[in-house]
T-cell receptor, first 115, second 114 residues
Framework: NAGVTQTPKFQVLKTGQSMTLQCAQDMNHEYMSWYRQDPGMGLRLIHYSVGAGITDQGEVPNGYNVSRSTTEDFPLRLLSAAPSQTSVYFC??????????????FGPGTRLTVT | GESVGLHLPTLSVQEGDNSIINCAYSNSASDYFIWYKQESGKGPQFIIDIRSNMDKRQGQRVTVLLNKTVKHLSLQIAATQPGDSAVYFCAENNGSGGYQKVTFGTGTKLQVIP
């Protein structure tokens, strides 16, 4: 089991560029989420998905899009990068409630810098 | 709005001593509280959780205490080891709408002195 994998590990973008952060899990988890972590802060929820074909907004969704075409993959798209999106991005997955939903498994993160 | 916060940003503990990390929460509707450990350069790792209808839960070398009267959560680590050095986050779960939305606090850095 690889768990939750994220690519790339590091990325530098210029303002206005777009890119996709990849996330995949091999635990057959229905729930997947994207968080961002800024220096000295906790994680803030960007978007989440409760199953293939179902996504919804979290706390800070502006500037990001997601899709969930398969159970395994949950890519995060930055449409037009801005310096305010400089952050570390974490993807997480978990089982539905009643089956350990609170034990989210996190990927290693993608460190994004927007200049 | 509702928030989850921590009392101490940095905690230094002698190896072998017990550590206590505190957390204040404000959302009385939260149904679960979770502690995560984050080592440098890694993603958060689940440690232990506690339901809102409990006041204590124990794991391996860790105990979480929940005081709903004063909206306070704590994580106790017994016999702290160098490998416990990390940032610890408390988080609260709001289960409304079927999805478990987890709100994280800002974190406490635990430094273990050998």
């Amino acid at each position: 089991n690889a768990g939750v994998t994220q690519t790339p590990k590091f990325q530098v973008l210029k303002t206005g560029q777009s890119m996709t952060l990849q996330c995949a899990q091999d635990m057959n988890h229905e729930y997947m989420s994207w968080y961002r972590q800024d220096p000295g802060m906790g994680l803030r929820l960007i978007h989440y998905s409760v199953g293939a074909g179902i996504t919804d907004q979290g706390e800070v969704p502006n500037g990001y899009n997601v899709s969930r075409s398969t159970t395994e993959d949950f890519p995060l798209r930055l449409l037009s990068a801005a310096p305010s999106q400089t952050s570390v991005y974490f993807c997480a997955s978990s089982a539905p409630p009643g089956r350990g939903a609170y034990e989210q498994y996190f990927g290693p993160g993608t460190r994004l810098t927007v200049t | 709005g509702e928030s989850v916060g921590l009392h101490l940003p940095t905690l230094s503990v002698q190896e072998g001593d017990n550590s206590i990390i505190n957390c204040a929460y404000s959302n009385s509707a939260s149904d679960y509280f979770i502690w995560y450990k984050q080592e440098s350069g890694k993603g958060p790792q689940f440690i232990i959780d506690i339901r809102s209808n409990m006041d204590k839960r124990q794991g391996q070398r860790v105990t979480v205490l929940l005081n709903k009267t004063v909206k306070h959560l704590s994580l106790q680590i017994a016999a702290t080891q160098p490998g416990d050095s990390a940032v610890y986050f408390c988080a609260e779960n709001n289960g409304s709408g079927g999805y478990q939305k987890v709100t994280f606090g800002t974190g406490t850095k635990l430094q273990v002195i050998p």
